[in-house]
Structures are given as structure tokens and as C-alpha cells.
């Protein structure tokens, strides 16, 4: 999981929509998202100036601290659901569930949040199965000799 950025900045709210606002800042405008729990906790009012503390993600900031007119209020993220399955989940349970199907499995099965990728073949055809965690086979998908996605598994099979 990629480490990010923990950023303090100041500025004036120019959009508010749901949890998440636009704050224009000294060096450009930032998306911050303040989370449905946060929204409960201060009402954000546009020309607001204020100082936001927390996480830089790729996309936005996740506001952890809000300070306006002398006010701050601490702002808790819960984790995304998926992180509930963690790393713990056993890839052995897509290769047995392609098996279980017909398939034969080439190659190790990958790791998604909510499910495993894995290449089978049967009957000289190949398919991208897309297994969730708990072993049913959610998806499946033809893919052809020269797919890029599972060239390392494709080389040198006829």
C-alpha cells in the first residue's frame, strides 16, 4: 500500500458538494473530502477561510483536522471494507474453485481487493476467471493468445 503525503494547507472554500469541498490555496485549488461523519460534525459555508490537515491522496486530501476561527475539529476515516480481507485470504481457494469448474489453472491466481484473476484453459480455449475471496466464480472472460494481460502465462504455450 503506498505511503502518502501527510499535508497541512490554508485556504478559502469555493464549492462545497456532499462531504467533499474545493479549497483554493496559494499554489492552486485542492479537493478535500471531509467524510459524511465530518459533514455531521461543522457545516462548511463557501468562502469559508480555513486550515485543513491530513492525507494527500492522489485524487484529494483526507481532511483529519479542520481549524476555522480559532475552532478545530478532529475527523476520523474509517478504512475501506475491502481492507477487512487483508493479505490472509489463501489464493489456493481461486485455484481450487477454477479446477472445481473444468479449468486448468496456469500460472499464480492475482490479487484484487475483492477477488482473484486467474487464466484457465479448457478445452484448448482461454479464459480470464474472475474468482471472489470466498471461492465463487464471479466472472469469466475469453482471452486470446496474444493477450498482453497474461502474455507471461501464454508464452510458450500451443
Do not use: C
Amino acid at each position: 500500500m503506498p505511503q502518502h503525503e501527510y499535508k497541512t494547507i490554508s485556504g478559502t472554500i469555493t464549492h462545497v458538494f456532499g462531504h467533499r469541498f474545493v479549497l483554493r490555496t496559494g499554489q492552486g485549488d485542492v479537493l478535500a473530502d471531509l467524510s459524511p461523519k465530518g459533514a455531521e460534525q461543522i457545516a462548511l459555508r463557501l468562502n469559508d477561510e480555513i486550515t485543513i490537515e491530513g492525507e494527500m491522496k492522489p485524487s484529494e486530501l483526507k481532511v483529519a483536522q479542520l481549524t476555522r476561527a480559532g475552532d478545530t475539529v478532529r475527523i476520523e476515516h474509517k478504512p475501506k471494507p475491502h481492507k477487512e480481507h487483508g493479505p490472509h485470504v489463501d489464493p489456493s481457494v481461486a485455484v481450487a474453485a477454477g479446477e472445481a469448474t473444468g479449468f486448468a489453472i496456469l500460472g499464480q491466481p492475482r490479487r484484487k481487493p475483492k477477488h482473484f484473476e486467474v487464466l484457465g484453459q479448457k478445452n484448448g480455449v482461454f479464459s480470464e476467471l474472475h474468482i471472489e475471496l470466498d471461492g465463487h466464480v464471479r466472472k469469466t472472460k475469453l482471452v486470446g493468445i496474444d493477450d498482453q494481460k497474461w502474455s507471461d502465462e501464454l508464452r510458450g504455450v500451443s
